[in-house]
């Protein structure tokens, strides 16, 4: 799928982040049990193309754009950190009247859901972090470089263009897809898409994971992690699953941070059994 036609398929709703009404663009699908995927920086909800959309024959799958990136609001003025996303996920249910839910996290988004589940435990009935952000694991020294004042201000478009183009490509196992490279880039390829991406790598905080506990999580958790990552290494998810009461891992291998485009196959099956289970575990 191309990342115009995912964007055509998107809806939109405006919900209000610490006072400000903002448009969140997500996509919403299928009928059942309610999944929410989140993902992270510098991606986009297309990141979730080919998994959430071949689960809308069994369950309702809402897959949000997080505010500052993809198809949501992008315009300056508001705290773009996984605090501030985590309220925006909340309003965005609350609204579309959804839960509780499966949530599924990818990167930042993994630790928006970290804080969710903590936060609003009977909201959350389970919960998949994939090569997520946690503790003091992040961020990266390339994106709180990006999102130094200076280093946007010296930054034209194309520069960025080329910047994300290698960091996506790298970031596989193997040679990259280009409808994913492309669509990854597309939502920055403008001068207020610059801006936004800058705005949002200075909103990662460390202090936003270190200040929650992942073991007063009550929801049943998948680790469904990438092995080979070089950016949150599975030691961080060995580390969660210790911490989480109800926690598995499954580290999928050869795969490295983009482990939904490196092992979409094994992720759809991996996601599709721990969704059947869960849910089959709620008709008993």
């Not at 990167?107 to 936060?119: E, K, P, S």
């Not at 790298?170 to 880039?185: L, P, S, T, Y």
């Not at 990662?204 to 073991?215: I, L, Q, R």
Request: one cysteine or more; hydrophobic letters at 40%.
């Amino acid at each position: 799928m191309e990342y115009d036609t995912w964007s055509t398929e998107q809806e939109s709703a405006t919900v209000a982040v610490d006072g400000h009404d903002l448009d969140v663009a997500y996509y919403d699908a299928g009928e059942g049990e309610p999944v929410v995927f989140c993902h992270g920086i510098p991606t986009s909800s297309f990141l979730w193309r080919e998994v959430a959309t071949a689960l809308t024959g069994e369950y309702r799958v809402i897959v949000p754009d997080m505010i500052g990136y993809g198809n949501s609001a992008q315009h300056d003025g508001f705290d773009r950190s996984i605090r501030a996303q985590e309220a925006m996920i909340s309003g965005l249910l609350d609204q579309l009247d959804v839960g509780p839910v499966t949530f599924v996290g990818h990167d930042l988004g993994g630790g928006v859901g970290l804080r969710y589940a903590v936060h609003e435990p009977e909201a959350v009935d389970s919960l998949v972090l994939s090569n997520a952000v946690c503790y003091d694991s992040w961020p990266i020294e390339t994106i709180v470089d990006l999102g130094l004042p200076s280093t946007v201000e010296s930054m034209s478009v194309d520069d960025l263009q080329e910047m994300l183009d290698e960091m996506f490509r790298e970031g596989v196992v193997g040679e990259a897809d280009d409808a994913f490279i492309e669509g990854m880039k597309a939502p920055w390829n403008s001068e207020e898409g610059l801006i936004s991406l800058s705005r949002n790598a200075i909103g990662t905080n460390t202090s936003h994971t270190t200040e929650v506990d992942p073991s007063e999580i009550e929801a049943t958790t998948l680790l469904l992690w990438g092995a080979d990552d070089e950016f949150q290494p599975i030691s961080y998810a060995e580390r969660l699953e210790s911490d989480i009461p109800d926690a598995e891992l499954v580290g999928l291998d050869p795969a490295n941070h983009w482990v939904v485009e490196d092992q979409t196959d094994a992720y759809r099956r991996e996601l599709r059994l721990f969704l059947d289970n869960q849910t089959e575990g709620i008709s008993n």
